[in-house]
């Protein structure tokens, strides 16, 4: 049988044409698109088709597009495009609760390779910073937002350390979308000196560039948080 074949719509030829630009160089990241009226010109057709493209590659995150200016390609970073992904990841979450196993599998997996990574390539500046860290998230402890806040910076620090950009992107990500379910573990007493006392541990272990130690350190840390989760949701 005969792959039948599908109708294009106007506005996915123009999406074609501009993304093929944008890829080549030829409008480069920071650089306006022509205006509506010039590429209406450029390509023979109208408004919608024109307007249409653009949403598409507004909703992709490749172009900006400001009240009263041009459409702007976005100059793209690992967290702009991460982010990108944000409203359909807390959709998928709410709507089936057994992902949410696979996301902290996924940020265990993550986040004990990165505090390997950190173990080994830690300078003194980083490992102050790792103290500071927990140091700014004691001050916090009567302050659950702020507390929580300083949770996120400890863990986006050690995957800072690694060198990688897209480390400290998707840890960050994965504590935001998954943030709703942390908050009752942040309340739960007794949460907030047991959170200290294991980042803590952390940063021992990378300050001693004992990679099997930092690894085993937060393995144990984000073991426990999944444990102290099962217990809150159940009681």
């Known amino acids: 049988m005969a792959d039948i074949i599908q109708r294009r719509k106007l506005y996915q030829d123009v999406l074609d044409r501009l993304m093929a630009r944008i890829r080549s160089g030829e409008i480069a990241p920071g650089a306006q ?19 249409e493209a653009l ?41 089936q609760p057994d992902m949410l196993e696979h996301l902290k599998a ?8 990165t505090a390997r ?15 500071e860290c927990v ?8 302050d659950r937002d702020a507390f929580l806040a300083c949770d996120m910076a400890f863990h986006r620090e050690i995957a800072r350390i690694t060198g990688n950009p897209i480390y400290p992107s998707i840890v960050e990500s ?28 952390i940063v021992e272990a990378i300050a001693a560039h004992d990679g099997d130690a930092a690894d085993d350190a937060m393995h144990a840390h984000l073991s426990r948080a999944s444990a102290l989760y099962g217990t809150l949701i159940k009681s």
Do not use: C
């Open 106 to 113: 996924a940020r265990l997996f993550l986040e004990t390779g």
């Open 55 to 95: 949403q598409t590659l507004e909703r992709s995150g490749i172009v900006e597009i400001a009240h009263g200016e041009r459409a702007r390609v976005v100059v793209p970073t690992a967290q702009s495009l991460i982010a990108q992904i944000a409203i359909g990841t807390m959709h998928l979450l709410r709507t």
């Open 117 to 131: 990574m950190a173990a080994g390539k830690a300078s003194e500046e980083d490992i102050a910073r790792l103290v």
């Open 135 to 142: 140091e700014a998230q004691r001050a916090a402890v009567d």
């Open 174 to 201: 994965i504590f935001n979308w998954a943030a709703e379910y942390y908050r009752p573990m942040v309340r739960a007493p007794g949460a907030e000196s047991l959170t200290l006392a294991e980042h803590e541990r």
């Open 33 to 51: 698109l022509p205006s509506e009226r010039e590429l209406m010109e450029a390509y023979g057709v109208g408004r919608p088709a024109i307007r």
